[in-house]
């Protein structure tokens, strides 16, 4: 009898906690990834991890690589005894994650940021996690420096009407500098991303645009269109390629060339009437 009670105690030990297990609530999660830009983006892998007082190693290893734009197989757990479970994604070289947590009902904490992992812990009731991944490409940025010279040489008034074109073969995700006119978005017959401003000043000023430089590197190049006919523009702002997170910058100048018939000024004209009066008296005294 002994024997048979120790061995019912056994199987009550080992079975009883097995269907305790059953009645518990469950955490299923689903997890969305997005590209920002997404040409040409990478497949990449989500991981959640939960703890019970230690990490779980085999909480579940991955979610797969996901279809672009499409979520992960959800995975649902018993939440019972489990303290947080953290969702991840696998780091893409040129890529920052931004993490969005949210949940169906009352979760104790609930958290996601960039680089911030979502971070959830399950309650008493059956509960939905979601977790939205958004990676943002890394950005490069492309300066452009409009300066005049000879604006104030010849006395003549400048036309400083003109405009700048920036352009990049990748999109433009954001524009700056110190020109106060807001540019124009467009796309050129070749399909590159454009950014115009149109200025009416003969002031330095800078032009930037912000390229995604994620994944195929981007080409970017600066034109201008100058309305003064004697104003000639000259710069080194032809295409180039922007590395990843990568800067560049180029100088356009307008040097202003006063056309037409030279003149004197007053102080000029007075030493060229003295010589005059000079040659003819001396034309006077040699016929008298």
Known sequence: MNIKRAFLVLAAVLLLPGLAMAGHSTATYDVRLNFNPNTGAPETTANIQCTIGVPIADAIANLG?????????????DAQGIDVCVVTVVAVEGYTPTYTATVSSGAALISGGINSPCSFQPGE??????????????????????NWANVDVGGDSVDGS???????????????GTSVVNPVSD???????TRTWTQTTTSTLTFI???????ILPNCWATEDVADS??????????????????????????????????LNQYGLAIMALLML???????????
Do not use: H, W
């Open 65 to 77: 690589n996901n279809d672009l734009n499409k979520p992960f197989d959800p995975v649902t757990y």
């Open 209 to 215: 645009v912000d390229v995604s430089t994620t994944g």
């Open 278 to 288: 000079g040659v003819g008296f001396v034309g006077f005294r040699r016929f008298v």
């Open 230 to 263: 004697s104003v000639e523009s000259d710069g080194n702002c032809g295409s180039r390629e922007i590395g990843l997170g990568g800067f560049s910058e180029c100088v356009i100048t307008n040097t202003v060339f006063f056309e037409g018939i030279p003149t």
């Open 125 to 146: 009731d059956a509960q939905e996690f979601s977790c939205a991944v958004v990676m943002n490409g890394t950005v490069g940025t492309f300066k452009v420096t409009k």
């Open 187 to 193: 796309t050129d017959l070749q399909g590159n991303d």
């Open 162 to 176: 003109y405009s700048m074109e920036l352009a990049c073969d990748k999109a433009i995700i954001g524009t700056g």
